[in-house]
């Protein structure tokens, strides 16, 4: 179980922006597309940023974390703000086995199963698992956004328009909807254990247009987590966002 807690954490919390400063890696993808003529300006408007209207989520669903050699399935039951994150993994009859809480600075993980707890700073340049993550919030990637500052090109095809930020991250975005279709990172050998995220299924939920189902895969590609949401509210009072450790748990922080 603390091998999938991790993987979960790793591959579907991890939802995000991070530093500017890896290697460029280049897309063959958009080297034959045409630039486009629309402005930076115009693109960010097209794209649904619900930063100031969605302030909270709460919701459950399922998880599929696919690996060479094997799959499981998890259950998956969160809740988050702006700030942090609060996640509870379950097998498939139910039974708990582990939480995640995320916060600005850092991340707990407690595994219920193997009575184990560790406190990871978010920006721990020393571990590789987590070492470039800067932001780990389920609410930013339900609702990935982009700053207009971070374009550096638009590329378009008939379908799609294709915006690559400073840092060579590639943003795949619907000319009919404008909303999110794909993330490729510029993954460079200090970067986050996921190279491509893929949204599908998006839905209209109390006014929000929003994606039922998240695939990211690993830096290799070789592993992937699909996490399809089968309830969500947003919007709404969310319970204490804490993990009880127990008292004869030590907290080891890495």
């Given at each position: 179980?603390?091998?999938?807690?991790?993987?979960?954490?790793?591959?579907?919390?991890?939802?995000?922006?991070?530093?500017?400063?890896?290697?460029?890696?280049e897309f063959t993808a958009?080297?034959?597309?045409?630039?486009?003529?629309?402005d930076v300006e115009e693109?960010?408007?097209?794209?649904?940023?619900?930063?100031?209207?969605?302030?909270?989520?709460?919701?459950?669903?399922?998880?599929?974390?696919?690996?060479?050699?094997?799959?499981?399935?998890?259950?998956?039951?969160?809740?988050?703000?702006?700030?942090?994150?609060?996640?509870?993994?379950?097998?498939?009859?139910?039974?708990?086995?582990?939480?995640?809480?995320?916060?600005?600075?850092?991340?707990?993980?407690?595994?219920?199963?193997?009575?184990?707890?560790?406190?990871?700073?978010?920006?721990?340049?020393?571990?590789?698992?987590?070492?470039?993550?800067?932001?780990?919030?389920?609410?930013?990637?339900?609702?990935?956004?982009?700053?207009?500052?971070?374009?550096?090109?638009?590329?378009?095809?008939?379908?799609?328009?294709?915006?690559?930020?400073?840092?060579?991250?590639?943003?795949?975005?619907?000319?009919?909807?404008?909303?999110?279709?794909?993330?490729?990172?510029?993954?460079?050998?200090?970067?986050?254990?996921?190279?491509?995220?893929?949204?599908?299924?998006?839905?209209?939920?109390?006014?929000?247009?929003?994606?039922?189902?998240?695939?990211?895969?690993?830096?290799?590609?070789?592993?992937?987590?699909?996490?399809?949401?089968?309830?969500?509210?947003?919007?709404?009072?969310?319970?204490?966002?804490?993990?009880?450790?127990?008292?004869?748990?030590?907290?080891?922080?890495?």
């Amino acid at each position: 179980m603390k091998q999938i807690i991790y993987i979960i954490f790793l591959s579907i919390l991890s939802a995000v922006l991070l530093s500017a400063c890896s290697t460029p890696r280049e897309f063959t993808a958009v080297e034959k597309l045409e630039r486009a003529e629309l402005d930076v300006e115009e693109l960010i408007s097209m794209i649904p940023d619900y930063r100031n209207e969605l302030q909270t989520i709460t919701g459950s669903g399922r998880a599929l974390v696919s690996e060479p050699g094997g799959s499981e399935r998890v259950m998956l039951e969160f809740h988050s703000n702006r700030n942090e994150s609060l996640m509870t993994v379950r097998n498939n009859v139910g039974i708990e086995g582990g939480q995640i809480y995320v916060d600005s600075d850092s991340l707990l993980i407690y595994n219920r199963v193997d009575r184990t707890a560790e406190k990871v700073p978010l920006h721990e340049g020393r571990l590789s698992s987590v070492g470039s993550i800067a932001s780990i919030n389920i609410l930013d990637l339900i609702n990935y956004t982009i700053e207009p500052g971070q374009i550096d090109e638009i590329f378009e095809d008939r379908s799609y328009y294709y915006a690559i930020l400073q840092n060579r991250t590639q943003i795949k975005i619907s000319k009919q909807n404008g909303t999110i279709v794909e993330v490729i990172h510029s993954t460079s050998l200090y970067d986050a254990p996921y190279s491509k995220i893929e949204y599908e299924g998006y839905d209209s939920i109390e006014g929000f247009h929003l994606p039922r189902r998240i695939t990211i895969f690993s830096r290799d590609e070789a592993s992937r987590a699909t996490l399809l949401v089968q309830r969500l509210q947003v919007n709404t009072e969310l319970p204490e966002l804490a993990i009880v450790v127990p008292d004869n748990i030590p907290i080891q922080r890495l």
